[in-house]
């Protein structure tokens, strides 16, 4: 279960305002990746916080209101389709979260970033792996990534209806991929993440 190991340790050092932060969608062939930041009171415990993946539906969806009320300040933001196509998804995951980050209504001093990889944020941070299971805040802030995601799934699904998007989330299932090559891509597919429709031609 996650803890303020993390945040205490940057506290112990003179920060002020510590926000986790994480993405969702990186591994989906379609719709934006998804980014947020969240700063939380003080040893604030909410119960039942874990990683978004280790939760229900009907829990995520919970505690994303429960985050939202009691937080300091939280901030969501995303890399498009076409972002993601232009800089890759590690580069586009990066400006998402740079993004979330720089959209706090109360300003960060220090970023607790989930996985191991951290560019350009301003500020000092500390990357830490699996630490939406480690940090509270990294648990929060991935809780509002995965459930706005999974959202805007539901969003694309009445747009785009032949994909089924709201049941797969967008990730390549074989009822998705066949999908694709059945109807095509859309304007909502990342380009670089269909390259099984070119090794079906080459087959």
Not at 2 to 31: M, N, V
Not at 136 to 164: F, H
């Amino acid at each position: 279960m996650p803890t303020f190991e993390y945040e205490e340790k940057h506290y112990a050092e003179g920060y002020t305002a510590i926000c986790g932060c994480d993405e969702a969608g990186r591994g989906p062939l379609c719709g934006p990746v998804v980014a947020a930041a969240v700063i939380l009171p003080r040893g604030e415990i909410i119960e039942g916080l874990n990683d978004s993946k280790k939760l229900t539906e009907k829990r995520r969806e919970a505690l994303f209101d429960i985050i939202k009320e009691r937080a300091v300040a939280y901030s969501i933001a995303e890399a498009s389709p076409s972002e993601i196509d232009e800089i890759n998804i590690l580069n586009a995951s990066m400006l998402a979260m740079r993004r979330a980050v720089e959209g706090l209504s109360v300003p960060a001093d220090f970023a607790l970033i989930d996985g191991n990889c951290s560019r350009g944020f301003g500020i000092p941070t500390e990357t830490v792996v699996k630490g939406d299971s480690k940090s509270c805040s990294i648990a929060a802030a991935s809780i509002l990534a995965k459930v706005t995601r999974d959202r805007g799934c539901v969003e694309l699904d009445k747009q785009y209806p032949e994909y089924n998007i709201a049941k797969h989330k967008g990730y390549p299932t074989k009822e998705h991929m066949d999908a694709v090559r059945k109807y095509g891509a859309a304007p909502i597919y990342r380009k670089t993440f269909l390259k099984f429709l070119s090794k079906d031609e080459n087959s």
